[in-house]
Nanobody
Framework: QVQLVESGGGLVQPGGSLRLSCAAS????????MGWYRQAPGKQREFVAA???????NYADSVKGRFTISRDNAKNTMYLQMSSLKPEDTAVYYC??????????????WGQGTQVTVSS
């Protein structure tokens, strides 16, 4: 059994910052690419950022220069540092990870989501 648990969401004013965390636990042999996605009310889930096990990163154009993704492989944890937040960043943020378990089964996992609200 593998679990992804996000934390760090909340209410922040425009221009503010937040740091999200995603901790993976359970029967984990190896974690490949990890990523963040978000879903605003009435919209489809969209890609935000991703990071490979080697540290290569990729960002959506809408967050480039404002968000920074990172990971600590020793802790099986991924982070998203969000700065210069805008009201349009308001969404539920989901953690995603491509994980190989000890039974050598590779699957895609999702966290339960954490709410980020940017409002004055």
């Amino acid at each position: 059994q593998v679990q992804l648990v996000e934390s760090g969401g909340g209410l922040v004013q425009p221009g503010g910052s937040l740091r999200l965390s995603c901790a993976a636990s359970g029967s984990i042999f190896s974690i490949y690419t990890m990523g963040w996605y978000r879903q605003a009310p009435g919209k489809q889930r969209e890609f935000v950022a991703a990071i490979t096990s080697g540290g290569s990163t990729n960002y959506a154009d809408s967050v480039k220069g404002r968000f920074t993704i990172s990971r600590d492989n020793a802790k099986n944890t991924m982070y998203l540092q969000m700065s210069s937040l805008k009201p349009e960043d308001t969404a539920v943020y989901y953690c995603n990870a491509d994980i190989l378990n000890f039974k050598k089964r590779r699957s895609d996992y999702w966290g339960q989501g954490t709410q980020v609200t940017v409002s004055s």
